[in-house]
């Protein structure tokens, strides 16, 4: 069978930005209204100049140490040249080394990422460059009449925001590995805090599949990470069909159709575009010292993989339940701040894994903070894990105890205090309270043959003494049951 | 019929109003009928703002009866080269594509301008974009040298020599990408100053050829340049190309006595002035005549002058043309009608057929060096173009800061020829090349140069150049203020 070669093209947007890459409007464009987010810099008005943001190559040199990349001495900028609305100044401020130079003037160069235990991506290429605007297409209801009605609306908001493209060489040769690594990278931006993966659109991901000597096709346009793996799935298949009735496959650019889960050809003619690539010249060369590398690796934030030695390390965690922590940086701060609280990572571990991960749709999150879909933090766990440790309730009540939590925030031992999970489970101490009320009350009882209202009368003696703790339900059934036996 | 305010300097307008002796007003008020008198003739504004000007006046006047401070330059009158954004007041760059656009800022030069009082009369002619050396490629025709009015003003900066010339401003900014400030300065009789690279922020100019233009101030005299420069220069947050040391400190040189000048030029080492010899030698006789008076005049003056030559200077041109097309052709890309521009309606078009009916509008030159620029840059040219411009550029840089270490200053003319007639050159691209190249030179190494009025020849007035290392133009302007004492030439001219 012929070999299956991919290689991936990851967008990402620097969200953590205050600022866009050239211009101080607010790098959050999101949720605005169309054209606000704009200024004559980023908006491309004549005799403005691109002003550099220097943090922004700080966070895109952040990632390239992570994914172990050579490092230029002097980095440059370069125009792409092509007409496409999307672009205020019909150019796309980028990095660009002609092919075949050995000079390196990108954020980073030659990387390579191990993304899981003995398979290992190269990393081509890191640059850094400038995001364009957002094409609206309106298609008007009476889409039936051509396309004479229809038109595309342009949103600059986004224009100018922070872009670094990762590209990989072809290594993955299945599209399982794509998910993996693509899993890997947000992992990892999560954890370089330079990348809100979960604000839709901040990674996006174009791909390119080749089989066995086969010309190598691009896809494009596909929305999410989650499709990556589908439209690669089907590209394969196609090619290997195509292979099958001994038809060529093209060299040639498809687009992945969301709602059909096919990748189609483009319908613009495929011509060798010519970008007329040359250096920027509003942006002067800028220098990165060996020093500035040094103090921003001793400054980085631990990455994924030293935190999952760590904590197999440093908590005896299994190399699975590790795993399964640091994947997302919030849940790994989550068991890290409850271990503070109480020390046994078993268990509080084990609580996050196998109970407190199902109430998580990391879906649903749209780039919102843990605690603003499920409202719990490290003391709820801690106290939780601990009280099962104490015998204090057993595993099945404190599942309940979670669900509520999650719900409603509460401690747990508050939710105890007034639940009625306590009530049902100890209805030996409700006969004694309701004994005591009969011994006190002997009067009503000798009543009861005349008087129905007796039973009520002695149930609000017993949640009077109880300060109401008990079932209600319950108690008066034992109630008329102990009655019954006076008769 | 003369007037008191006609060739005012900017010190003595300065002086007359703070001093009450007139108002602010009343030479506003003697500007616009300056303007309404000569600008059918010479056509040197593409637009007047007279009412805002008016006003402005007003304002300052009342804050010399309130006894309130006003800026250093209050109540001096520039026009603006069309191509620097001015708030809410139309920037066309001398093109349809920008027919109609109001610029939202102001180019910063204009921000410190207005800062320190300047009031801002209008917007000055060029050819479209500033690409072209005569100012005959402007949508709204050329302007007319105001010495004859058959002859070309020079280009790209045409309106802000010729409004210098003749009276229209006090003062006037422009542009020299290739030779655009100095060339119209040499046409007109002024001075017109090429900063060194990153001395002046370009943020707000429009773009033309980013790597090599600069604003530069045009002005009746060289002292009048070096305070516009002085207020202009420096480091600019929204230019990344500014500098950010300080090197703007000018002494004002029109109070010193020349014998004081000339001994602070020799004050560390003495001062020496080359000739470039051969280049000189090259130009029409009409013009290297007055080269060799200037220098002569200078060793008068007992400062060191000999000959020296640029080997470099032949790959000047082609180095020139071959970079300034290639950024050109990606500034310009933006002008496709999507955002900003011209009435056309898109409905029934495509991207594609839009972008070539709106971008079809631009002027024959600008398409000529669109073609060029796209051309060069191309895969398979490349290198072949591009990066061998780039190479010759760096040569020639490396040639002038060798000769620098011998020489202060170098002389050469500003353009070989004098001011040709109107229509003369306009079929013949490189004969009209030709005319920038020795200003070329100071772009490329990214030099300070100043054109200065020496004579004139038939009744057309003949400039000479200097040229200065880096950040030398302190001395740049004091060998010009020598210069412009011993030859006294006229500035201003009143002949129609
Ligand atoms: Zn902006």
Known sequence: MSKVRIGLEIHCQLTQLKSKLFCSCIANYRNRDPNTNICPVCYGLPGSLPVLNKKAIEYACMIAIALGCDMPKNLTFARKNYFYPDLPKNFQITQYDSPGSDNNTCIGKSGKLEYISDKTVRIKRIQLEEDPGRLVHEIPASQSGGNSLAYTLIDYNRAGVALVEIVTEPDFNDPKEVRLFLNKITSILEYLNVCNTNLEGSVRCDANVSIGAGKKVEIKNVGSFKDVEKALSYEITRQKTMGLHEIEVKGETRHWDDKRKITKQSRSKEEEEDYRYFPEPDIPIIKIENEFILNLSSKMPELPDQRRKRFIENYQLSEHVSEVLINHKEIADLFEKAVKIYQSPKSISNWIVSDLMGFIDYESLEGKPLNEIIKIDEKHIAELARLVDENKINRTVAKKILTQIVNSGEMPTRIIDRSELTKIGDSKTILEFIEQVFMSEKNAINDANKNPNVANFLLGKVMQKTKGNIDPKKALEIIKKKLEEHK | ?496
């Open chain 2, 1 to 496: 019929m003369t007037n008191r305010f006609q060739n005012y300097s900017i010190r003595q307008i300065h002086n007359g109003i703070k001093n009450e002796e007139f108002t602010s007003e009343e030479y506003v008020s003697y500007i616009i009928d300056r303007i309404e008198k000569k600008d059918e003739k010479i056509n040197a504004f593409i637009t007047v703002d007279k009412e805002k000007a008016l006003e402005n006046a007003k304002n300052i006047d009342k804050k010399i009866r309130d006894k309130e401070k006003i800026g250093i330059l209050a109540g001096v009158v520039m026009g603006i080269k069309d191509n620097i954004s001015t708030i809410d007041l139309k920037t066309t760059c001398a093109s349809l594509m920008l027919s109609d656009y109001y610029p939202p800022y102001d180019a910063t030069v204009v921000k410190r301008l207005k800062e320190n009082g300047v009031i801002i009369i209008g917007k000055l002619n060029m050819d479209e974009f500033g690409m072209g050396s005569t100012t005959e490629y402007s949508i709204i025709g050329p302007t007319k040298n105001p010495w004859n009015l058959d002859y070309v003003a020079g280009g790209s900066s045409g309106g802000s020599a010729a409004s210098v010339a003749s009276g229209e401003c006090t003062a006037s900014l422009g542009s020299d990408t290739g030779g655009s400030v100095r060339c119209p300065a040499s046409f007109c009789s002024v001075v017109g100053l090429k900063p060194t690279y990153g001395l002046v922020s370009r943020y707000g100019l429009v773009s033309y050829a980013n790597s090599l233009e600069q604003i530069g101030p045009v002005g009746r005299s060289v002292s009048d340049v070096s305070t516009l420069l002085k207020i202009i220069s420096g480091y600019d947050e929204k230019d990344n190309t500014t500098i950010s040391s300080d090197y703007t400190e000018y002494d004002d040189l029109d109070l010193k006595e020349t014998d004081q000048i000339i001994s602070d030029l020799n004050k560390n080492k003495p001062f020496k002035i080359g000739l470039l010899q051969d280049l000189t030698n090259k130009a029409d006789k009409e013009v290297s005549q007055y080269v060799y008076r200037s220098i002569d005049l200078l060793k008068e003056n007992h400062l060191e002058c000999d000959e020296t030559d640029i080997n470099s200077t032949e790959y000047a041109l082609p180095s020139y043309y071959t970079i300034a097309s290639a950024e050109a052709s990606s500034n310009l890309a933006r002008y496709d009608n999507i955002r900003y521009g011209f009435e056309l309606n898109p409905e029934g078009y495509e991207w594609n057929s839009y972008y070539s009916d709106s971008r079809s509008r631009f002027g024959s030159e600008v398409k000529r060096r669109i073609f060029v620029g796209t051309y060069v840059l191309s895969s398979g040219y490349y290198g072949k173009y591009y990066m061998k411009a780039q190479k010759a550029k760096s040569m020639i840089k490396h040639e002038l800061k060798t000769l620098f270490q011998e020489y202060d200053i170098l002389v050469l003319p500003t353009v070989p020829i004098l001011p040709f007639k109107i229509g003369e050159k306009i079929d013949d691209p490189l004969k009209m090349y030709l005319t920038d190249i020795y200003t070329v030179i100071a772009n490329l190494a990214g030099i300070p140069a100043i054109s200065l009025p020496v004579g004139f020849s038939g009744g057309l007035p003949v400039g000479i150049q200097l040229m200065a290392d880096e950040f030398k133009e302190k001395n740049l302007l004091a060998v010009s203020t020598i210069l412009e004492r011993m030859v006294n030439i006229k500035k201003y001219a009143d002949v129609f």
